[in-house]
C-alpha cells in the first residue's frame, strides 16, 4: 500500500457466509476494551501534537448539509488546502500539511473539483441515496455515476440497513458488488450506518460482507443517525477488517463518522487504530475521519500547544 492519498483498489473476494455466520460479538467485552483503552493509553506534549498533525491529514472535511451552497463548499476547501494557520505550521516545523479528502453531496461535486485544483486533495462524494439510501437501485447507482463523472475520486455509499437487519447477507454483498462495479476508477467506502443495525454481531457481519464486496473503506455512519460512530462499534469493525486482512492479505481502510467533534475524539481513534492494526493504519490511505467541526478544536489545542493559550473560542484542555 503506498503511503499517500492514492490506494490500490480493493478486488473483495467471493460471497463467503462462513467468515461470518458464526460470529457473535461480545458486547460487554467491546466495551470495556475501548473504555480501558482510552482511559491506560496518553500521548503527551510534542507526540500529542504530531498526532494531532497526523489526525489532519486523516480528516475527511465534510459538509452535508441540506442548506449547503457554493460558496461554503468553496471555504471549506480554501480551509482544507491550508487546515493549519501559517504561523502554527512554522512553529510546529510543518511545511506542508492538508487534509485527506473534502466529503460533499452530488450536485457540490463540481465546486469542490474546481476549489481543490492542483491540491492533489480528493473530493469524495456521499451517493446512493445519502443518508437513508431507500431509492431505487438503479437511480442509486445513477448517482455514483453522476459523482464520478462530476470529478470524484472517492464515493461514500450507504447500505440498505433492511437486508442487514434481516440477515439477507447475500442480497447485501450483491448490492454493495453492483455499487463498487458503478465507482469505476473511484474508490469506494461502504457506511453500514451502525446506529441502525441494533447489534454489534450486525456490524460485525455487515464489515464483512462490504469488504467481501470489494468496498476500500467501511465507514461506521453517516452523521445523521441518532447514534453515530462510538469505539466499541469501531473496535468491532477493526476487528472484521483484521479477520478480512488474515483471510485475504487485502487492506481495507476504516472511516469513523459523526459526531466526532474534538482533538480528544481523534486521539481516541488514533489509539484505538494503534493498538489494533497498527501504525500502518494511522495513514490516510487507511484511515479517514469524516468530520465537518473537529478540525477547529485540532487547530485550538495546536495553539495552546505552541503559544501556552487558547484562541477565544475556548475548549476544554486536552485530558
Ligand atoms: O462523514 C460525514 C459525517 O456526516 C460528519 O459528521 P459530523 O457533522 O458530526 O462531523
Known sequence: MSENHTFPRMTGTSFTPAWFENITVNTPAADRRTASLTARRTVKKDWQAAW????????????????????????????????????????????????????????MVPHAVKALEGSGIPVASVAT???????????????????????????????????????????????????????????MKAILATGDLKTLTNVYKASMVAMQAGSDFIKTSTGKEEVNATLPVSLTMLRALRDFHDQTGQWVGFKPAG??????????????????LGTRWMMPDLFRIGASSMLGDIERQLEHHVTGRYSAANRHALA
Open 52 to 107: 494531532l498533525a497526523r489526525a489532519i491529514t486523516c480528516i475527511d472535511l465534510t459538509t452535508l448539509a441540506g442548506d449547503d451552497t457554493a460558496g461554503r463548499v468553496q471555504r471549506l476547501c480554501a480551509k482544507a488546502r491550508q487546515p493549519l494557520r501559517a504561523d502554527l505550521m512554522a512553529a510546529l516545523g510543518l511545511d506542508h500539511l492538508t487534509v485527506g479528502a473534502v466529503c460533499v453531496y452530488p450536485t
Open 129 to 187: 441515496g445519502f443518508p437513508a439510501g431507500l431509492t431505487p437501485l438503479p437511480l442509486r447507482l445513477a448517482e455514483i455515476r453522476y459523482a464520478v463523472d462530476q470529478g470524484a475520486a472517492e464515493i461514500d455509499i450507504v447500505i440498505t440497513r433492511e437486508l442487514a437487519l434481516t440477515g439477507q447477507w447475500q442480497a447485501l454483498y450483491d448490492e454493495i458488488a453492483q455499487m463498487r462495479e458503478a465507482c469505476g476508477a473511484a474508490h
Open 259 to 276: 459526531g466526532l467533534k474534538t482533538a480528544k475524539d481523534a486521539m481516541n481513534w488514533l489509539i484505538l487504530m494503534k493498538e489494533e
